[in-house]
């Protein structure tokens, strides 16, 4: 997608030095930085601090940061360190235990000698797939987005609610929810897109505002509890969200407050689709709320906010009273029931596990294989 009219991808190698090359999204939306990773350490540290975030991205970037691993040590050993260094950090999103199983078996059968290459061979294939794959749910969500806009009643944009970031900051390129969306202001249709600001960590506010701007896509920000309202109101007419796991039932796990848009939605009839890669369908859950596991993460997320000052000066402060306990529950799920439907890049279906495996027949999306 573009930056200032030219097109950026999230992730990719410098080819010069080695190094693989990220956008430091901590730095959003104040600073526009990019960042090295040049060993298996930059990689998990990345991940974990949300450098990179996304499910499809933080599968990407651990898949470059097994190719780092193996740059360093080549040895089977290496590679079972590296996958269970990566994988413990961020629990919920399946793309990332989806990428490595992919890759470490096509890199054990390669000698040793030939592990780093095969490996960043690899993970720049997956990059190139994850861009195409988003760019086919964007298509399919554009023909929504046709439909619905030609079936409702009134006139002006066509106006879109999103949580959380699952746009191109969030893959490689494209992005899932944000996808259709691009498509639909690409082909020139009347669209408006409301942005959760996303609590705690303000990715809609921060990130999704900062890319829909980026690209000239016209959208306002509104508090995480301003939805229900809207929707009351007639002035939803579509909710798209990404998720970070879907299980085969249908449930879909997504950034916390989700599920509450959902509710809103049913509430009032507003169709609420959710846009998900292959890679994201866990096979192996068949109930999200009691199996998929819930990343907590640092309570000072919730205690403290980063900002620009006056002066242009990042600083964090603290929101609430010294000493206050805070819980920072990073997800929550889904149930099938309220899903609309599941927009991928093989088409759109009923969220339930017959409408997934119409997608993909006899769960041939293989996690662990090509």
């Not at 600001?197 to 306002?220: D, I, K, Y």
């Amino acid at each position: 997608m573009n930056i200032d009219g030219a097109p950026w991808r999230t992730i990719w190698r410098d080819e010069t030095s080695g190094s693989v090359e990220i956008i430091d999204q901590t730095r959003l939306p104040h600073r526009f930085e990019t960042r090295s990773l040049t060993s298996l350490d930059d990689a998990a540290e990345a991940i974990a601090v949300m450098r990179v975030r996304g499910a499809p991205l933080i599968g990407a970037t651990a898949a470059y940061g097994l190719a780092l691993a193996l740059r360093d040590d080549p040895s089977d050993a290496a590679v079972a360190r590296a996958r269970e260094r990566l994988v413990a950090t961020r629990p919920t999103a399946s793309n990332l235990a989806w990428a490595l199983n992919r890759m470490a078996p096509r890199v054990l059968a390669r000698p040793a000698s030939a592990r780093a290459a095969e490996a960043f061979a690899l993970a720049a294939a997956l990059c190139d797939e994850d861009v195409a794959i988003n760019e086919a749910i964007g298509e399919h969500g554009l023909a929504l987005i046709r439909r619905l806009a030609s079936e409702r009643a009134g006139d002006g944009p066509f106006r879109i609610l999103t949580h959380c970031n699952a746009g191109w900051l969030a893959t490689v390129d494209w992005g899932t929810a944000l996808a259709p969306i691009y498509k639909a202001f690409d082909a020139g249709l009347d669209v408006h897109v409301w942005v959760d600001e996303t609590r705690p960590r303000n990715q809609g506010a921060a990130l999704t505002a900062w890319e829909l701007a980026a690209h000239g896509v016209p959208f306002e920000v509104i508090t995480d509890n301003a939805g229900g309202h809207l929707m009351q109101h007639g002035q939803v007419d579509l909710v798209i969200t990404g998720t970070d796991r879907t299980v085969r039932s249908g449930d879909v796990c997504n950034k916390v407050g989700t599920y509450l848009k959902a509710l809103a939605a049913q509430d009032n009839g507003v169709p609420f689709y959710v846009a998900l890669p292959g890679p994201t369908i866990d096979w192996d859950l068949d109930d999200g709320v009691r199996q998929v596991p819930i990343e907590e993460r640092d309570p000072r997320e919730v205690t403290h906010i980063l900002g620009e000052d006056e002066d242009g000066v990042l600083r964090e402060v603290r929101l609430v009273p010294k000493g206050t306990a805070a819980r920072n529950i990073a997800f929550d799920v889904t149930p099938a029931r309220l899903v609309t439907g599941l927009i991928t890049e093989r088409g759109i279906c009923a969220a339930g596990e017959d409408g997934l495996l119409g997608l993909y027949p006899g769960a041939a999306f293989d996690r662990g294989a090509a």
